[in-house]
């Protein structure tokens, strides 16, 4: 079973917890639209952590060829993309 | 010199023959990190080639600007985005490393000195036009061909209505710092990862956007 778009965002945001609140947000304030690493959550190489975070949590694989890349690092659109296109890693 | 777009959008070259003529000064102007990263100059010279055939790469072909001498032989050129482009433009390249590093051998390797990168260069805002790269052929050197590239650099910038501009230089350049100096650049952060060549500084300088250029 692949998760919902709501079970990536709810994992993500919690992932990044800390360093959500460590830059003064509230994690159940953001919106779809916040990006990650515009927002300095993430670095360039902590966007590959996270997507290794969520296929090692889920237990998924996701093929981002389709992906739009100003996409990648926004929490709605990632999590939407994710809960679409994961498959069960064995 | 004469400057010319090697847009892949030029039908008498190919894209094959446009990158191979970029390669020289293209190479040169990401070390000493480039060749860092991908653990030798040959392996750096493949993923560039790679990376300048990807139209969403930062350093794709479409983005190289070049200076050719009057024979038409390249001698130097540039890279410059607008700094949206840049950010959307690096989670491409993300993307594509990943998907690179899925079936390469050498990942862990690469992965572990993109950890030790990982705040070696500044991050481009929205509001700024960055300089990717911009080299010139040694034998071409001394004759204000850099110059050149970073004027032309900064005009492109200011008729797309930036007034901010950003760069990163090895610090070990010293003539290329005094260039960027004498260009009205002034260094705002300086970072350096141990026991590697890599020093890097940032750059930045402010313009009044020209719009009759």
Request: glycine content about 6%; overall charge negative; aromatic content about 8%.
């Amino acid at each position: 079973m692949t998760p919902s778009t709501t079970d990536v965002r709810g994992f993500l945001l919690q992932h990044f917890s800390s360093t959500i609140i460590a830059a003064g947000l509230r994690p159940e304030d953001l919106d779809d639209s916040f990006d990650l690493l515009d927002a300095g959550v993430v670095d360039s190489l902590g966007v590959l952590e996270m997507i290794a975070a969520v296929q090692e949590h889920f237990k998924i694989f996701v093929d981002f060829e389709a992906m739009d890349p100003a996409d990648l690092t926004v929490l709605g659109s990632f999590s939407r993309f994710v809960a679409e296109h994961a498959t069960n890693s064995v | 010199m004469r400057p010319t777009a090697c847009s892949s959008h030029d039908s008498i070259v190919s894209i094959e023959a446009r990158i191979e003529s970029v390669l020289p000064w293209l190479h040169e102007a990401g070390n000493p990190y480039w060749d860092w990263l991908w653990g030798s100059p040959t392996e750096a010279r493949r993923q560039l080639k790679d990376w300048l055939a990807r139209s969403s790469s930062e350093l794709s072909a479409e983005h190289v600007v070049c200076l050719t001498d009057e024979g038409g032989d390249a001698v130097g050129g540039y890279v410059a985005l607008p700094g949206r482009k840049v950010q959307i433009c690096r989670r491409a390249d993300l993307l594509a490393l990943r998907s690179y590093l899925q079936r390469s051998p050498d990942a862990s390797r690469i992965l572990a000195r993109l950890g030790q990168a990982r705040s070696l260069f500044a991050n481009v805002a929205e509001t700024e036009f960055y300089l990717s790269r911009i080299g010139v052929l040694a034998f071409a050197r001394a004759q204000g061909v850099g110059r050149r590239l970073l004027e032309m650099f900064v005009q492109d910038g200011r008729r797309q209505g930036f007034s901010k501009f950003r760069l990163d230089v090895s610090a070990d350049n010293e003539g290329a710092r005094r260039l960027y100096r004498a260009a009205g650049f002034v260094e705002e952060a300086e970072s350096a990862i141990a026991e590697t060549p890599l020093r890097y500084v940032s750059m930045v300088m402010s313009a009044s956007p020209r719009c009759d250029e």
